[in-house]
């Protein structure tokens, strides 16, 4: 178990999460009036690789598949001239993977829900880069089939996370294409965990609370989500293809937890457009 040496109060902790949250909704409420909206819709499907590991269920690892839905929504705001863009992900995954002696199946799966704010600029040579933060809720839990005592564990966690996008916009024989990475870092949140040995029961129904609500950092869950995406067009269409790799790791009240998942992304993109009337429809669009 990680020590924590952190002098920070758990209610300064709360205030501080409470205050960044309230700012980071209710701030950019007014870009709501705009009615010169322009968005881009994505929604990929995911196919690849688990390994996880829960030392709450089973000291072992187990290996699967997994498969995954995301929803991604772009718009840009009318702050600083649109370069403040917001983004709103909805992620859920389903698991199925199995332990090294292929003896036990564990199922896994979470839904996770993210909000966030970059400002954006372009580079002479058509790259966009866009640099923010967000906040980030998540919920799931894993089912062991062998375990007879204590066979599931939830997954609860919320936090602010920082973010970095570089997409670049560009054109083979006339078509455009557009190349996108992003990567997510949580840094401070607050996570739901069992103490070691210590049953659901004693927590719900006996009412023992033993420091279930953990602080959460990067030194006792570094966790990090990229993905690598490419747009292109077919018969007036666009499609998206990608890699995505989420990494969540743990190790809280004697507990070690882990889930890397790889996965190979092919969906499609749509961008939507509401304009005011006598507004010209061919007027110069961004890129997300």
């Given at each position: 178990?990680?020590?924590?040496?952190?002098?920070?109060?758990?209610?300064?902790?709360?205030?501080?999460?409470?205050?960044?949250?309230?700012?980071l909704f209710v701030l950019p409420a007014r870009a709501q009036t705009d009615l010169n909206r322009y968005t881009t819709h994505s929604t990929l499907f995911g196919i690849g690789h688990l390994n996880?590991?829960?030392?709450?269920?089973?000291?072992?690892?187990?290996?699967?598949?997994?498969?995954?839905?995301?929803?991604?929504?772009?718009?840009?705001?009318?702050?600083?001239?649109?370069?403040?863009?917001?983004?709103?992900?909805?992620?859920?995954?389903?698991?199925?993977?199995?332990?090294?002696?292929?003896?036990?199946?564990?199922?896994?799966?979470?839904?996770?829900?993210?909000?966030?704010?970059?400002?954006?600029?372009?580079?002479?040579?058509?790259?966009?880069?866009?640099?923010?933060?967000?906040?980030?809720?998540?919920?799931?839990?894993?089912?062991?089939?062998?375990?007879?005592?204590?066979?599931?564990?939830?997954?609860?966690?919320?936090?602010?996370?920082?973010?970095?996008?570089?997409?670049?916009?560009?054109?083979?024989?006339?078509?455009?294409?557009?190349?996108?990475?992003?990567?997510?870092?949580?840094?401070?949140?607050?996570?739901?965990?069992?103490?070691?040995?210590?049953?659901?029961?004693?927590?719900?129904?006996?009412?023992?609370?033993?420091?279930?609500?953990?602080?959460?950092?990067?030194?006792?869950?570094?966790?990090?989500y990229q993905s690598l995406t490419l747009d292109f067009p077919i018969k007036g269409f666009t499609f998206r293809v990608g890699y995505g790799c989420d990494i969540e790791q743990s190790r809280v009240?004697?507990?070690?937890?882990?889930?890397?998942?790889?996965?190979?992304?092919?969906?499609?993109?749509?961008?939507?457009?509401?304009?005011?009337?006598?507004?010209?429809?061919?007027?110069?669009?961004?890129?997300?």
């Amino acid at each position: 178990m990680i020590p924590t040496t952190n002098k920070i109060t758990k209610p300064t902790v709360l205030k501080a999460l409470c205050l960044w949250g309230l700012l980071l909704f209710v701030l950019p409420a007014r870009a709501q009036t705009d009615l010169n909206r322009y968005t881009t819709h994505s929604t990929l499907f995911g196919i690849g690789h688990l390994n996880q590991m829960d030392t709450y269920l089973s000291p072992f690892e187990y290996e699967g598949l997994q498969g995954s839905i995301v929803h991604e929504k772009f718009r840009p705001t009318h702050w600083l001239d649109g370069r403040i863009v917001t983004q709103q992900k909805t992620e859920g995954y389903l698991g199925l993977s199995k332990n090294p002696a292929q003896s036990a199946s564990a199922i896994s799966g979470s839904l996770s829900y993210k909000i966030g704010w970059h400002y954006s600029w372009t580079l002479a040579s058509s790259l966009r880069l866009f640099a923010g933060g967000g906040i980030q809720m998540l919920a799931g839990g894993v089912y062991n089939t062998r375990n007879g005592n204590n066979p599931a564990q939830a997954l609860a966690r919320t936090g602010l996370y920082a973010s970095g996008i570089a997409a670049y916009p560009f054109h083979i024989r006339k078509q455009p294409f557009q190349i996108r990475y992003q990567i997510d870092l949580p840094f401070c949140g607050m996570m739901f965990s069992p103490n070691y040995n210590q049953s659901y029961y004693e927590i719900f129904t006996l009412g023992n609370y033993d420091h279930n609500i953990r602080f959460i950092h990067p030194g006792n869950a570094p966790t990090l989500y990229q993905s690598l995406t490419l747009d292109f067009p077919i018969k007036g269409f666009t499609f998206r293809v990608g890699y995505g790799c989420d990494i969540e790791q743990s190790r809280v009240n004697g507990i070690k937890n882990h889930s890397y998942r790889h996965s190979f992304l092919i969906g499609y993109v749509k961008d939507f457009y509401f304009l005011k009337r006598k507004e010209n429809r061919h007027k110069n669009l961004p890129n997300f």
